[in-house]
């Protein structure tokens, strides 16, 4: 309700149809558990002017809801009573009713003085709206209703913000208040209260143009004068009276921060709670990010480029004030750090991943240009609110791409470098601290007593520490972890210029000395430990690759990291927990760690610490793989090198296979790319090789594509063919998931060679399943039969289930595409027992939707629907976008020819989305196809040419001829009906050609189902 009506389901948003059922279902939510006259419903449609039939009009509607409901597990949602209808939902299901019940906490709350509470509940109960009520709902009466909501909304956060400004916050309040005067120019209680807020933010001329606009406003529109007490604000703020001073109320808990909604995209790191000075700076980003210009630049994007040293502190003055200002931004924040004091810098491509990614764009939609992705991230945040942290960019040409074009949004960039070329940027300089806030710094990290006791050590250690942020508190930090240690203890330690002299004077090595000192402190484990950790070309380790690093215990790994974090060497990445923790560095941190390397570790050791890494993360991977998949087919690696995680800690690390994938995907991008470059050859191609049925169900196209490019390469400068066909087959498997067949084949052919070359029959085998495919799809059933034919009985001699189970599903696509219906559901009832012997999800799902099409081909809908619906759970419980659009495309289907046209019609729409959502135009092709199917069933003929069209055009695209012909000769029937002999006519020439280029029993096919369409023609001719 608040905002545009929407309704989920199992976290689902339902399709509500058209207008008046939205408004239907309006009225019933705004009187929920009350009844509601069917005249009641009349009026909120049709107003004052109802049709005839406007009661049965309303009954349809109410008819559609219910069915909706009920195919959702709510059958019993929208009941008939006495007086009409009502609709059952708890409280807490209705967006509003949690809005009044935040409110009337946040209330009490109040009355018992406890401030942040009542605050933190006005700011949840806020954050429900997602814009005005029942917004896009042209119904009067539920426009009126809707109107008291919003009375309310305004009415608590005037509460709210008088509660935060007697807290104190009249700073973080200035720009919220500015747009809520401006959206409500005559609540004179809101000019008030911005008017405090500027004044004691120390803009007093400010806070006087707004009772000058606001009386100019309130005189135009009612003729009247501002009330009293906005009158004796004016004069109280001329005259500075102490009372506008804040009179905070008696201390009280913090409260913890609201939960934002979990639509929301929130990337910001944590803030820190020992933030000191840099007033001027978060002022001036707060003012330009919350404050819109006036004239022309009202319509630029608010860019705020911070700028300073390594070190410096540039990234927690972003976070800090990307934090004080994000209530501003209801529609998330966005964070990417790029890396720019590396050699390899982050590039845009790979944020626009990112962000697209957080703001709900599938995988699959993510456009494959630099230019596509930036027009799209663009689109997306056109009418958004919200704010973007860019930290640590190396030059203009990593921000570009990443700016929003809109003016609602705002960005905040970090660099070591001034960024010149962003045109209306604000620029922030960020110097070092002076003497008294380094020794406030180490004082809120040491101990406030402590340094105040030895006052002369401390300014000593500020101006050792070059006043540098990060180097106060790595110093604070080993004061803290040592509190019998004397401040001047550490003075003296810092004092040998041989240690840090030099360094100070050369920017971005400037904290050498302190990192010396906490190295120093260290145990010889944890300095081991950090030293390896610099081996990793990742910028986030897990757990297990400090166990490979030391070939040590995880738990003792564990216990060296913990010292890591403590020393604040390295902090602790995302939300993964006990064996799943990751870490990363800080970019100034690494740099020291790899000095420390190339000094204390001999090549060989590190050379054998990464190949236990390298092998450790091929085990993992093919573990997982295993796991979810089955196991690849063909021999393990000979000889493996020895795996230093033991068996329990693999089985606990991938207990959720693919969850692990997500995790670990830039870890397993890094190590390819890594193995590659110190040679470890074979350890590559296996580990891209098993990391791809990953890659391929979450469609992550670019990264799938450069593992494949990389690992080939490696392959082919050490003459490794077997790598190299393994390779090209993962090439050709991402040619032909983009629907590139002709790329495929290509690239299939060239590995069957090689595999030819070398005897490997299982590998043959595999092949051959890879063409069968192609002939398939391009209409030579039995060349393609001939491939699978062959791989079969490969995969059963060596007792590959999985690889059995898949071939037989092809093999029964060809028979049931033959006519051998009777064939085909043999061969599938052997493939689904040998696929659930496997484990495989996703191969399991593929064998039920193929039953589904073959029981449709045998006008058995019943079982074709049970068969979809149980594929369609698999690929949804697994995430496989594609495999849902299809088992989606073949329900509709189902339902359709069982003449359920709405339950079809639902199911076939919902195919189409996400095919296009996906890019997958053969799965797009089917579900128009189906579309099409179903205009022709409801007689429909002009929609289903339009649908068809398109259908045929995809499958001709692609190269699919019996698809192609099948369509066309629907599209034959529908223009017969329509009277277009010469067009049907064409359609079915087209035909004739493709019947002509397949083989000769696909061709008799497409001839045998050409009669009835022939003979249409020749009746209207």
């Not at 260290?522 to 030293?531: D, G, K, N, T, V």
Request: negative net charge; hydrophobic residues 45%; proline residues 4%.
């Amino acid at each position: 309700m608040l905002g545009a009506l929407e309704v989920t389901a199992s976290e689902r948003q339902l399709d509500l149809g058209g207008a008046r059922q939205q408004i239907v279902l309006a009225v019933l939510i705004l009187n929920a558990n009350h009844s509601v006259t069917l005249d009641r419903l009349v009026e909120a449609i049709y107003d004052e002017d109802p049709p005839a039939t406007s009661r049965a009009q309303v009954q349809i509607c109410i008819s559609a809801l219910r069915r909706l409901f009920s195919a959702h597990g709510h059958p019993e949602m929208i009941v008939t009573t006495r007086q009409g209808y009502m609709l059952r939902a708890p409280a807490d299901a209705i967006d509003a009713r949690r809005f009044e019940s935040l409110v009337s906490r946040a209330r009490k709350a109040r009355d018992g003085r406890s401030f942040p509470e009542a605050i933190q509940h006005y700011r949840e109960a806020l954050a429900l709206w997602r814009g005005p009520a029942f917004d896009g709902i042209d119904s009067r009466a539920v426009q009126a209703l809707a109107s008291g909501i919003a009375e309310q909304r305004v009415t608590a956060n005037e509460d709210c913000v008088q509660l935060e400004l007697d807290l104190g916050r009249h700073h973080e309040l200035v720009g919220e208040l500015a747009a809520l005067v401006q959206e409500h120019p005559l609540r004179e209680g809101l000019a008030a209260q911005l008017m405090v807020a500027l004044y004691r933010s120390g803009r007093q001329a400010e806070a006087l143009q707004v009772y000058r606009d606001a009386r100019r406003v309130i005189v135009e529109e009612l003729g009247i004068e501002p009330n009293e007490r906005l009158q004796q604000l004016e004069s109280a703020i001329l005259t500075s009276d102490e009372s506008l001073e804040a009179q905070p109320p008696a201390a009280v808990a913090p409260p913890e921060p609201p939960a934002r909604p979990p639509a929301v995209p929130g990337m910001l790191p944590s803030d820190i709670a020992d933030f000191i000075g840099r007033q001027a700076q978060l002022d001036v980003i707060r003012q330009r990010v919350t404050v819109p210009l006036a004239g022309d630049g009202r319509f630029a994007v608010p860019i705020i480029a911070v700028a300073g040293r390594a070190g410096i502190g540039k990234t927690t003055i972003a976070v800090h004030a990307a934090h004080s200002v994000a209530a501003h931004f209801p529609d998330g924040q966005l964070f990417a750090d790029l890396h720019g004091g590396v050699s390899r810098p982050v590039h845009p491509m790979q944020v626009l991943d990112r962000f697209l990614r957080a703001c709900g764009v599938q995988g699959t939609a993510l456009p494959d240009t630099l230019g596509e992705r930036a027009e799209l991230y663009r689109m997306l945040l056109a009418d958004r609110r919200m704010l973007i942290v860019l930290d640590d960019a190396a030059a203009e040409s990593q921000v570009l791409p990443l700016l929003p074009g809109s003016p609602t949004s705002a960005v905040i960039t970090t660099s070591r470098t001034r960024l010149g070329g962003l045109a209306g940027a604000t620029h922030v300089d960020v110097d070092l601290f002076d003497a008294a806030q380094s020794v406030e710094l180490l004082s809120r990290i040491a101990g406030a007593e402590r340094v105040r006791a030895e006052p002369e050590s401390a300014a000593a250690l500020a101006e050792l520490c070059c006043f540098l942020p990060l180097a106060l508190r790595i110093a604070g930090a080993r004061l803290a972890s040592r509190p019998h240690w004397a401040v001047e203890q550490l003075v003296d330690r810092l004092g040998d210029e041989a240690r840090r002299l030099d360094e100070l004077k050369h920017g971005d090595m400037g904290i050498r000395a302190s990192l010396s000192l906490t190295y120093d402190a260290l145990s010889e484990q944890a300095r081991r430990l950090f030293r390896r950790l610099a081996i990793l070309h990742s910028h986030i380790f897990s757990a297990w690759t400090g166990a490979a690093l030391l070939d040590r215990p995880l738990a003792d790994a564990q216990d060296l990291f913990d010292d890591l974090v403590d020393a604040q060497l390295i902090e602790v990445a995302g939300a993964g927990r006990n064996v799943n923790v990751q870490y990363r560095f800080h970019d100034l941190v690494r740099v020291y760690a790899h000095e420390r390397l190339a000094a204390e570790e001999p090549p060989p050791e590190r050379t054998a610490a990464l190949a236990r890494v390298l092998g450790a993360l091929h085990r993992l991977t093919e573990t997982a793989r295993t796991r979810e998949y089955g196991p690849p087919a063909g021999p393990h690696l000979s000889p493996a090198p020895d795996s230093p995680l033991p068996a329990e800690l693999v089985e606990r690390l991938i207990a959720d296979p693919i969850g692990w994938f997500e995790r670990e995907r830039h870890v397993l991008l890094a190590g390819i790319r890594q193995a590659a470059q110190a040679g470890f050859v074979e350890l590559c191609w296996r580990t891209a090789m098993n990391a791809e049925p990953f890659f391929e169900l979450h469609v992550y196209l670019d990264d799938w594509r450069e593992i494949q490019e990389i690992a080939l390469e490696a392959a082919r400068r050490a003459g490794d063919e077997r790598g190299q066909a393994e390779m090209l087959c993962v090439r050709g498997t991402l040619a032909q998931t983009e629907q590139h067949f002709g790329e495929a084949r290509r690239d299939f052919e060239a590995a069957l060679t090689l595999f030819e070359k070398t005897g490997n029959v299982v590998q043959i085998a595999r092949s051959r399943r890879n063409l069968a495919f192609l002939e398939r799809m391009n209409g030579q059933l039995e060349a393609a039969a001939t491939h699978l034919e062959q791989a079969l009985a490969i995969f059963t001699d060596i007792g590959d289930q999985i690889s059995a189970a898949h071939t037989l599903d092809n093999l029964a696509a060809i028979r049931s595409e033959c006519g051998d219906i009777d064939d085909a559901k043999i061969m599938l009832a052997e493939a689904l027992v040998r696929g659930k012997s496997g484990g495989s999800r996703r191969i399991i799902s593929q064998i039920l939707h193929r039953m589904g099409r073959v029981h449709l081909q045998a006008e058995e809908f019943a079982l074709a629907a049970g068969a979809f619906e149980e594929a369609l759970t698999l690929v949804e419980e697994i995430g496989d976008t594609v495999g849902e659009s299809f088992a989606l495309h073949g329900l509709g289907i189902a339902h359709l020819r069982r003449g359920r046209l709405r339950e079809a019609a639902d199911l076939l729409r919902r195919a189409l989305a996400v095919a296009e959502t996906a890019r997958h135009r053969l799965a797009e092709a089917h579900a128009l196809a189906g579309l099409g199917e179903l205009a022709v069933t409801a007689n429909e003929p002009g929609d289903a040419i339009g649908r068809l069209r398109k259908a045929v055009t995809l499958f001709r695209q692609m190269r699919a001829p019996l698809f192609e012909a099948q369509t066309l000769t629907m599209l034959s029937e529908v223009l017969v009906a329509l009277g277009d002999a010469s067009a049907a006519e064409r359609a079915l020439s087209r035909v004739h050609e493709l019947a002509d280029a397949v083989d000769e029993r696909a061709g008799q096919r497409l001839r045998d189902n050409l009669s009835s369409a022939a003979g249409l023609v020749e009746g209207i001719g």
